[in-house]
């Protein structure tokens, strides 16, 4: 394996890129990164590969603030000329996103090998554009690293064992960037200083999945849920773009403390100085695990789900009441020691690499 094509466009495959960039460069492959620009802004984006130090893109594609359909096919004649351009042994894509199914989807009509990191994660859920997004470039990849013993069930249910795919529990790579930014963030990262949070309680808070953003009573309900949670704590909550313009366009008021979107080694910071966490997301309920910390998470399901089975995570859905009670159930709890290892042992990275090489 002489050179891969890494296809990344999204805040979360920036932080995983990071971890196997700096693997894969370890191993002597070659890598060129392929920037869809689904994420652009300089704090959803370039604050990235600075302090990851991910090497910068070698294409950007630039497609953004487009429908799923536009988007999609944008990227895929994208990544399609740059792919015939190259001509690489391999294309790597990560997760759930628009990026990842383009860039699967480019490479598999060319005939390029695909490799798929964080394959086999279901949420059951057809609504969800992640769920459709999974599946499709799961069934497309030669190469299948699952995070965890359920990822890899559920490509076993689905009959992936007779088809030519690969399938491999390597661990979660968002576990190796927990450990190896852990301590490089405490040292650059000054949020807690700049907000004045030092030594106080609060609530780490995000939202931008489009089942809550895109339907009005449930972002009411989550932003009322949070509003009455303010009255005891303190809620922080960095604003997806996505979420902001929402809420600004029906005119919902935060009474809680929105912040700008922050860097991966500020969102360390934040996770590890909480008292709980609460979200819509994938990546900050493993993080708030990672860091021994308690995770409501406003969703009806989870690809997590060892996260909720062990006791960490509770989900509670867009439901006002569910979501007040289950966040001051879990403030009287103190942090735990995350022992149990769900997720690998922070070699994913590496394994991947090699077995790539
Ligand atoms: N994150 C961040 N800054 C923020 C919000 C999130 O660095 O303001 C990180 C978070 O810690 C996690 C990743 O971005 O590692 C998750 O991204 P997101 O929630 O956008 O996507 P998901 O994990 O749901 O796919």
Redesign the pocket.
């Known amino acids: 394996m002489k050179k891969i094509i890494t296809i990344v466009g999204a805040?979360?495959q920036f932080?995983k890129a990071a971890v196997v960039s700096r693997a894969l460069h370890n191993a002597g492959i070659g890598e060129i990164i392929v920037h869809t620009g689904q994420h652009f802004d300089t704090n959803m984006s370039d604050v990235f590969f600075e302090e990851m130090q991910i090497p910068k893109p070698d294409y950007n594609l630039e497609i953004n603030n487009l429908h799923h359909g536009a988007m999609t096919g944008r990227m895929l004649e994208g990544i399609e000329k740059v792919l015939l351009k190259e001509n690489p042994d391999l294309v790597l894509v990560y997760?759930d996103t628009n990026s990842t199914l383009a860039g699967a989807l480019a490479a598999r009509k060319l005939n390029i090998k695909t490799a798929h990191v964080e394959a086999g994660l279901r949420s059951f859920n057809p609504a969800m554009p992640e769920e459709i997004n999974r599946i499709l470039t799961d069934r497309i990849s030669d190469i299948l690293f699952c995070p965890t013993a359920t990822a890899m069930n559920n490509l076993r249910k689905e009959g992936f064992d007779a088809f030519d795919s690969k399938l491999l529990l390597v661990g979660d790579v968002?576990y190796d960037a927990a450990l190896f930014y852990e301590k490089l963030s405490e040292g650059k990262s000054t949020i807690i200083k700049d907000l004045n949070i030092s030594g106080q309680k609060y609530i780490l808070c995000?939202i931008?999945r489009q089942e809550n953003t895109d339907n009005a009573a449930s972002l009411q309900s989550i932003i009322d849920a949070l509003n009455t949670l303010n009255q005891d704590i303190q809620v922080i909550l960095?604003l997806?773009p996505r979420t902001r313009n929402i809420l600004q366009t029906r005119g919902i008021k935060t009474g809680f403390h929105a912040i700008d979107?922050?860097?991966?080694f500020d969102?360390i910071q934040l996770i590890r100085h909480s008292h709980l966490v609460m979200t819509d997301?994938?990546?900050?309920q493993k993080?708030a695990y990672f860091y021994g910390k308690y995770c409501a998470t406003v969703r009806e399901q989870t690809e997590w789900t060892e996260l909720v089975e062990n006791g960490y995570n509770f989900l509670t859905g867009a439901k006002k009441e569910l979501i007040i009670k289950t966040c001051e159930n879990l403030m009287q709890r103190k942090p735990f020691d995350s022992s149990l290892k769900l997720y690998g042992d922070g070699n994913a990275s590496r394994k991947i690499a090699e077995i790539l090489k």
């Not at 979107?261 to 991966?264: A, I, L, M």
């Open positions: 805040r979360p932080i997760g968002m995000t931008h960095p997806h979107p922050v860097g991966y969102m997301s994938g990546g900050l993080e």
